[in-house]
């Protein structure tokens, strides 16, 4: 499995971003799909994540209300919509998936595919 994320930049207080994550590969119905995000001197934090099938999908404290993860399954990519962006959104994002029990569905370690990351910053 090999995944691309994509779509970040730079964007102004309260402004929105939707990040894109391309994969290739077989993605079984049972993949999780997450978003991480790590700023500098950060460790890796759990953004959301979404069950491939779309039966699950559950999102971190720090973006929750501001955040809708979805997939296209035609199209084998998964999306952030990030809304009321803050400067302490500020970080690179990452998606991620690995076949996982949802119980552990919160946990970088886990993952087993990772995408290059894309910038997002938020500044004006």
């Known amino acids: 499995v090999q995944l691309q994320a994509s779509g970040g930049g730079l964007v102004q207080p309260g402004g929105s971003l939707r990040l894109s994550c391309g994969t290739s590969g077989l993605i079984a119905s049972n993949y999780l799909m997450g978003w991480f995000r790590q700023a500098p001197g950060m460790q890796r934090e759990f953004v959301a994540v979404?069950?491939?099938?779309?039966?699950?999908?559950d999102y971190g404290d720090s973006m929750k209300g501001r955040v809708t993860i979805s997939r296209d399954k035609p199209k084998n990519t998964v999306y952030l919509q990030m809304n009321s962006l803050k400067p302490e959104d500020t970080a690179v994002y990452y998606c991620a998936a690995a076949r996982l029990i949802w119980g552990a569905r919160r946990r970088a370690d886990q993952y087993l595919y990772w995408g290059q990351g894309t910038q997002v910053t938020v500044s004006s």
């Open positions: 979404i069950r491939w099938d779309g039966s699950h999908i």
